[in-house]
């Protein structure tokens, strides 16, 4: 659980770090899937922690970082706008949103993803990637990186290297700014308030959907995303 998160700048801040370290390189960090509770609800949406990370962005998409000329920066794959849909859901951000309030340098619909991955690579030395859970995104994926590679031996260039992507984000994340310390002491704040309650609150003969129910409101009462 975390307080609601920082401001624009902060986001901006990051990318800009990790782009200094992408010279020549392309990252990408699949969004996971929406999961079906039943029939046409969903569950919660959680988005990849990473993508949240760099951009505070909490809806299903696919994130591109690029170090190389072509469209250098952030690209956002997003979910189109559906004025039907997000009448039960909610509003979503769309194209011009990802630009406008997330900072997206560039921004397609989620379903050109694949494509725009593979323009990435083309000019690419380096490919940090983070795997995903769907194997049918791995897959494209990994037709991505062959399209890429079968055009090397005309120009001389050699294969692409293929990195992890956890490694290099995890190396970034183990040091923390003065915003970033801020919010773990009041996510730590917020989360000894609600045990604190919670054991003064519960007593013999409670359930425990209703120690649940009670952490979860002291949690997203207190700015927790949950």
């Not at 469209?71 to 769309?94: C, F, I, K, M, S």
């Not at 769907?134 to 897959?139: A, K, R």
């Amino acid at each position: 659980m975390t307080p609601n998160g920082p401001d624009p700048a902060v986001y901006e801040r990051r990318r800009r770090t990790l782009l200094a370290r992408l010279r020549g390189a392309v990252l990408f960090i699949p969004g996971p899937a929406e999961a079906i509770y039943a029939n046409d609800v969903h569950y919660r949406y959680r988005p990849d922690t990473n993508i949240r990370y760099l951009t505070g962005f909490e809806e299903p998409a696919h994130l591109v970082l690029s170090g190389c000329e072509h469209e250098r920066g952030l690209t956002l794959l997003v979910r189109p706008r559906d004025p039907a849909a997000e009448t039960w859901t909610g509003r979503r951000a769309g194209i011009d949103g990802a630009r406008t309030d997330y900072g997206a340098d560039f921004a397609y619909t989620i379903d050109e993803w694949a494509g725009v991955l593979e323009r990435h690579l083309k000019d690419a030395e380096r490919f940090y990637w983070m795997q995903s859970r769907d194997n049918g995104v791995n897959e494209r994926v990994l037709a991505a990186i062959r399209a890429a590679n079968a055009l090397r031996p005309r120009s001389g260039r050699d294969s692409l290297v293929i990195e992890d992507a956890s490694l290099l984000l995890g190396e970034m994340r183990v040091l923390k700014n003065a915003d970033e310390l801020a919010t773990l002491r009041a996510a730590c704040r917020v989360s000894a308030e609600a045990h604190r309650a919670v054991m003064q609150a519960i007593r013999p003969g409670d359930a425990e959907h209703q120690v649940e129910a009670l952490v979860e409101y002291l949690f997203r009462n207190g700015g927790c995303s949950g």
